[in-house]
Each structure stands twice: as structure tokens, then as C-alpha cells.
């Protein structure tokens, strides 16, 4: 049973807007969520994080939210780029193992 | 300059044959990892290792062997048993397992191909 869900595989956002990537878990121990960012044939490279005890945590045009009740987090990219467009990873933290999700792949259209 | 090397970037093998994908790291990090990448799906966890010369089964260790002899390599033998061997393999560090800010650092991969 999948413990982080990215129930997106695809988004598709004008250069400019919002981008808005979802992840949901189900194991209310998870205390630390992280997203990284994966060009193809590339290994996942850092992005941001938040601990559970926080809600929202920034840097620069990237805010991660983080919504303990519903077991929900998002990464909110802010303009868009076209050096956005990979795939982006959530993973949460139980103390020993980082558990991911399957990822949502982002296309900014020119 | 710090960083994760896996070598090589793309390997090929026969059916049957055992082959081992290299990972080394010159962070100084305790915690090493190797992961499974398949198209269109997460990362899988294989084996883990916190620390010299002790490591622990992943979600999908069957098929698979590690070794850490040192704290700079964590070598992956995919052996004969692995039934689906061809997939991309990612190897990672962090500066400790069993603390709650977990981290990793990535390597550029290899991807494996068996014929």
C-alpha cells in the first residue's frame, strides 16, 4: 500500500502561472517532507522541505504547504519557468527511510 | 568538489550474468542507499547502510546484494535471481539515517540493460 500518494503523473502549466504539484500520505508519523526535482537520466536533486511542525516553508519562488489534518502537502512554483519542467518527487521522512511518491511530471508550455 | 559518483552510466549484460553497479561518495556521510527507478514509477528502496559494514533490506532486496566495507562505497551486485533487472539505478547518501532531516544526495545513475 502506497504511504505517499502524487496522484498527478502529468501537469501542464503556461510559462508565467502557478504551478501547483500535490502529494498526499497516509502515516501520520511522517515528520519531515521533502521534494526534489529529476531531469530524465538524471539523479533527484533537492528542492525544499518542511518539517511537521510548520506549514509552510519558502524559498524563493518555491513555497511547500503542508496540511497535517488532511495528510496533505503542495508545492507551489511561482512564475513558472521552462527550466521547471522535469519531474518532481514528494517524499516523506520517518525517521530512518525517505518513502516517495511515483512523481508528477511538469511541462511549462512556451 | 563533493559529490556521488556511480559509474559506468549505462551497462549491459547478458541474461544470467551477475553484474555490480559502483557508488562512491566523498561527503562524509554515514547513511548510504541504492534505488530502483522503472518508467513512469517512484523510486523503490533496494538496501540501506548507516553505517560501516552493516545494511538492511529495502522494499525489494530479493535478487539483489551490497556490501560496505567502507564508508565511501556501497557497491550493488544485481545477481541472476533478479527476475526484471533492466531499470535505472540510483545511488544515494545523507548524513545519517535514524534522524528525522533525511536529506539525500543523489548520483547521476546507471542504467542497467540485460540482454
Known amino acids: 500500500d502506497q504511504q505517499v500518494k502524487q496522484n498527478s503523473p502529468s501537469l501542464s502549466v503556461q510559462e508565467g502561472r502557478i504551478s501547483i504539484l500535490n502529494c498526499d500520505y497516509t502515516?501520520?508519523?511522517?515528520?519531515?517532507f521533502l521534494w526534489y526535482k529529476k531531469y530524465p537520466a538524471e539523479g533527484p536533486t533537492f528542492l525544499i522541505s518542511i518539517s511537521s511542525i510548520k506549514d509552510k516553508n519558502e524559498d524563493g519562488r518555491f513555497t511547500v504547504f503542508l496540511n497535517k489534518s488532511a495528510k496533505h502537502l503542495s508545492l507551489h512554483i511561482v512564475p513558472s519557468q521552462p527550466g521547471d519542467s522535469a519531474v518532481y518527487f514528494c517524499a516523506a521522512s520517518d525517521g530512518y527511510q525517505l518513502i516517495w511518491g511515483a512523481g508528477t511530471k511538469l511541462i511549462i508550455k512556451p | 568538489d563533493g559529490g556521488i559518483t556511480q559509474s559506468p552510466k549505462y551497462l549491459f549484460r547478458k541474461e544470467g550474468q551477475n553484474v555490480t553497479l559502483s557508488c562512491e561518495q566523498n561527503?562524509?556521510?554515514?547513511?548510504m542507499y541504492w534505488y530502483r527507478q522503472d518508467p513512469g514509477q517512484g523510486l523503490r528502496l533496494i538496501y540501506y547502510?548507516?553505517?560501516?559494514?552493516?545494511?538492511q533490506k529495502g522494499d525489494i532486496a530479493e535478487g539483489y546484494s551490497v556490501s560496505r566495507e567502507k564508508k565511501e562505497s556501497f557497491p550493488l551486485t544485481v545477481t541472476s535471481a533478479q527476475k526484471n533487472p533492466t531499470a535505472f539505478y540510483l545511488c544515494?547518501?545523507?548524513?545519517?539515517?535514524?534522524?528525522?532531516?533525511?536529506?539525500?544526495?543523489f548520483g547521476p545513475g546507471t542504467r542497467l540493460t540485460v540482454l
Open positions: 544515494a547518501s545523507s548524513i545519517a539515517s535514524g534522524s528525522s532531516y533525511n536529506e539525500q544526495f
Open positions: 561527503l562524509n556521510h554515514d547513511a
Open positions: 547502510s548507516q553505517i560501516v559494514n552493516d545494511f
Open positions: 502515516n501520520s508519523m511522517f515528520d519531515y
